[in-house]
């Protein structure tokens, strides 16, 4: 359980008030200042940065919630109950002011962009200030069609500095050091004396028809590397590129690891829907994966830029371990 009770260093960003008070921090190019008040009305948009402000004991200090592709992470469920959801998917912009915040959080910069809820500068000239997650702007580009591609490779460092950056926010910075703590170590006992080197890897976040699959530097790339794997869309940079299934069966992985998502926006989101169509199609049912039912199943939160990445590294790890392919 990662809740963390108690009271409370960013990414980046000044700290020149008292510990325990809000501070300013620079991200994705804009400067986060909440007027040195920690946020009493603050709503998080996507699940990702729902779980890591539920995580840092802030619920009460929370007013509403967006963008659900899983139920919420274990041990936090009573702080969910306990905040409004303003909507499965994206609520509207309005829907949101209704709820008169003080802070708007994000984990992506389609949330607060156009054909998201709100644009950030919609925000801020209401004198909402907004946080976006770094993951997905730090060594990316969002310039295009999709879900933009990746400049460099993604580490959990940056989803660290997350985590330091809303406890700083909300002035609980020894919260933030004991989270990432856990975190770390949690990674570290996955993969002691795991060598996967020889193991190759597939994951399959959606949709049956033109299926979304992870390319080379994302948060399954975290996964991959911290594993010592290889993922067989390495050669590609974007997030989540669509891929024919004869290309996926062309490079036949190991081991599918598979999304297994309650949201109902794409087709075959849940993992036993997309086992069916894997196991009845003439393309897929022949790939060794497929035939031996090596699958590693993950909420879609592990395989996005989260504190839940860390659950994906272990998943991933104890399934390369199970299936014996470990050295």
Sequence with gaps: MLLLAGCGGASGGSASRASGEARTLENCGRTVDTGGAAPRRAVSLNQGTTEIMFSLGLADRMVGTATWTDPVMKGLEEADAGVERLAENYPSFERVLGTEPDFVAASFAST????????????????????????????????????????????????????RDLARVFGVEERGEKLVARLKSRVDTATEDLDASDVT???????????YMAGCCGAPGIITRELGARNVFDDTTEEWPQISWETVADRDPDVLVIGDLTRKSET????????????????????DAVRNKRYILLSGQAMNPAIRTVEGVERVAAGVRAFGLAK
Excluded: H
């Excluded at 200030?129 to 591609?149: H, I, V, W």
């Excluded at 829907?273 to 022949?286: D, G, Q």
């Design 201 to 211: 890897l597939l994951y399959w976040f959606a949709n049956a028809e033109s299926p």
């Design 268 to 287: 075959a989101e849940s993992a036993a829907k997309k086992i069916e169509f894997l196991e009845s199609n003439p393309v897929t049912k022949t790939m």
């Design 112 to 163: 607060l962009g156009e054909g998201g809820v709100a644009t950030r500068e919609q925000f801020e000239r209401l004198g909402v200030p907004t946080y976006l997650s770094p993951s997905d702007c730090e060594g990316k580009d969002n310039s295009g069609d999709g879900d933009g591609s990746r400049t460099g490779q993604l580490t959990m460092e940056t989803v660290y500095g997350e985590v």
